[in-house]
């Protein structure tokens, strides 16, 4: 198999004879055809081509193999953002009257999409400890219960999944495990090879990793049997009206049905797809992830170790950093690195964690992270302003918690600024 680097370089698209080298950016929204016949082939699915840029665009296409090649997977699809490629890949198979388990550490917008936006749509949502006992993530599941959702590393808590045991109590109920692989990227993780029937990405952070586009992205494995448990997967193995009354997995086989379906109902209906422009820009951060994501993570590490020694530090939270309470778990499944985000309290409380990010100089305020350049986010000043210390306790958040997303620039460069910002603390 060729090694990851060289499929970031080069995977997912492959130029004929004097074609463009580079993936070309198809700005168009439309594709003309000779007959409105061969038109009306594509419409019915029964020949595949470009039509319209709301359904694909080779510029989105070439991008999505190259990250289904990455992952592992044998279909990808992208998305205007991380937030719709979540929704998509959950809605696809789950309707009114169904229910998803999920892990309670998860990024706070796909809590929100989950606990709330489509609870409104009749889709309820049972939360369970990711360090749960395999008792209590049994009691989770119920009849009608369509899949299970993680985040490889949580943003912001950074607990770390136990792929295999989510995998497994999943397919023991005969749904897949839907997994959110943003912040480790398949550079560090690669959760198909874990378990995982599905994973999700946003492309905003550390794919693109150079803070210039938000997208999505969706993997499919390919190798969840939908139709062993046809019954609870009827949009996947049952006739869709709205496509003449193809059967996706009968049509486009296990390979193909999952992201199928996703693009010929989901993107048709609710759009959010992906702009060729931001596709292109998502490629160009592809090419060089393996390298980035090297340092990313060994300046995280540094820091880590470093504030774990720092007087003016209280705690330190990090997957890769011995001693952590996802020490272990993260040597299993991220072996190569834990990706560059570390959480940390500043001794002294809020003041004080407000005080040394008014003297960061080369680390900046922003709300973002899994970026080239070393950001920094206060949380009970910014995404969780409107709490007070005892809700932000309650939510896991103190109100001393630094998130510090190192950067790719050198790491005795990110530690002395730390140093001069606490030493003003
Ligand atoms: C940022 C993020 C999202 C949402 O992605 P957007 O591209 O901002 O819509 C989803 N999951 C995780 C883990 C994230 O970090």
Redesign the pocket.
């Known amino acids: 198999m060729t090694d990851i680097a060289t499929t970031c370089v080069q995977g997912g698209y492959h130029p004929g004879n004097a074609e463009p080298r580079q993936i070309p950016i198809y700005q168009n929204t439309t594709w003309k055809y000779d007959t409105s016949e061969a038109m009306g082939k594509l419409f019915d699915l029964e020949e595949s081509g470009y039509f319209y840029t709301r359904l694909a665009n080779p510029t989105n296409d070439a991008v999505a193999a190259k990250i289904a090649e990455l992952e592992g997977g044998t279909a990808a699809m992208l998305t205007s ?4 490629a ?1 929704f998509f890949a959950v809605f696809n198979i789950c309707g009114a009257g169904d229910h998803v388990v999920s892990s309670a550490s ?2 706070g ?2 809590y929100n999409l989950l606990a709330h936006t489509m609870g409104r749509m009749g889709i309820e949502c049972t939360f369970v400890d990711p360090n749960c006992s395999d008792a209590e993530l049994e009691t989770a599941f119920r009849p009608n219960t369509k899949c299970v959702f993680g ?1 490889t590393i ?2 912001p808590a950074l607990t770390v999944l136990d792929i295999e045991r989510f995998a497994a109590a999943a397919h023991a109920h005969g749904v897949p495990l839907i997994v ?1 692989n ?2 480790p990227t398949p550079v560090l993780c690669r959760p198909i090879e874990w378990g995982a029937d599905i994973v ?1 990405h ?4 550390y794919m693109d990793g150079h803070g210039a586009s ?3 992205a969706i993997v499919d494995s390919g190798t969840f049997d939908w139709t062993a448990h046809g019954k609870r997967f009827p949009g996947l193995t049952q006739p869709d009206e709205s496509y003449h009354g193809v059967v996706y997995t009968e049509r486009f086989g296990l390979e193909d049905a999952f992201i199928t379906k996703a693009t010929a109902q989901l993107m048709r209906d609710l759009g959010s797809i992906q702009s060729p422009q931001n596709a292109f820009l998502i490629n160009l951060g592809l090419e060089s992830l393996h390298l980035r994501m090297k340092q990313h993570a060994e300046n995280g590490l540094a820091v880590a170790r470093h504030l774990a020694q720092h007087p003016k530090v209280a705690w330190v939270r990090y997957p890769g950093l011995e001693g952590d309470a996802e020490y272990e778990r993260a040597q299993k499944y991220l072996p190569q690195g834990a990706c560059g985000v570390v959480s940390f309290g500043v001794a002294g409380g809020r003041a004080a964690a407000e005080a040394f990010m008014a003297h960061l100089r080369l680390a900046q305020i922003a709300t973002h ?2 970026d080239a350049r070393t950001c920094v986010l206060h949380p009970a000043n910014a995404t969780h302003r409107q709490m007070n210390d005892a809700e932000l306790e309650a939510a896991g958040i103190s109100p001393d918690l630094v998130r510090l997303s190192c950067g790719i620039e050198a790491a005795a460069d990110i530690i002395a600024d730390i140093d001069q910002a606490l030493a003003t603390v």
Not at 81 to 84: D, K, L, P, T
Not at 202 to 205: E, F, R
Request: glycine share 16%; hydrophobic share 30%.
């Open positions: 953002s991380g937030q719709a979540n998860i990024y917008g796909t985040e949580a943003n959110d943003t912040f999700t946003s492309t905003t952070k938000v997208g999505g992270v899994a």
